[in-house]
C-alpha cells in the first residue's frame, strides 16, 4: 500500500510545485553601468581583509523595490539617495577591498516580467589566492511582500567547480 501511495504522493508534489508562483529573481550580466537617477546602494562585506562576502548591490529610487540582504545588520552598510556615477564609483571602490581583487562583475537583476530593478557588483579575485576561485559568491534573489527583495548570499565551499564565466 506504501508502494502505491509513492507515484500519487510524487504527482501531488509536482502538481503544486509547478503551480506555485516563483519568487525568486534572475541576473545577467551587463556592460554598462547604470545612468542618471538616484541610487540606493547596499555595501555588503569588508569588514575584514579577504572579507568573502564582499558584494555591492545598487537600485534606482524610482522604481518600487527594495533589496534588504538577509544577514545582520553589522554585515552591511546602506546609502540613499545617490546620483548613478556616485553609487557606481562608491561600489567599484567598496568592491576592491581585498589584496587579490583582480576586477569587478556587473549584473542587472530583473523581476519576474523581466523588467530592469537593480545592479549587483561582485569582485572576482586573481589566482592563485585564499579564495582559490575568481568567483566565490552565489546570491539569490526573493521577490517578498510589498515589493521587498530578500538577498541571500552564500559562499562556495566547493573550490573543484568553478562553473562561473569568470573572464569578465
Known sequence: MITAARPILLLLLLTLAACAPESRLTTAVVDLPPEGGSYSLILHGCNYGNDPYTIAFLWPEDQ???????????????REGLPAGEA???????????????????SAIYDRQNGLIGYELRPLYVQPSP?????????????????KIRINIITL???????MDDNR
Do not use: G, W
Request: proline share 7%.
Open 157 to 163: 565551499q566547493d573550490t573543484n567547480h568553478d562553473d
Open 64 to 78: 518600487p523595490y527594495t533589496f534588504k540582504p538577509h544577514s545582520p545588520a553589522f554585515q552591511y552598510r546602506t
Open 131 to 147: 579564495f582559490l576561485r575568481r568567483d566565490i559568491l552565489r546570491v539569490y534573489y526573493r521577490h517578498l511582500e510589498d515589493h
Open 88 to 106: 557606481m564609483d562608491l561600489a567599484r571602490d567598496f568592491v576592491n577591498c581585498s589584496p587579490h581583487f583582480r576586477n569587478a562583475r556587473l
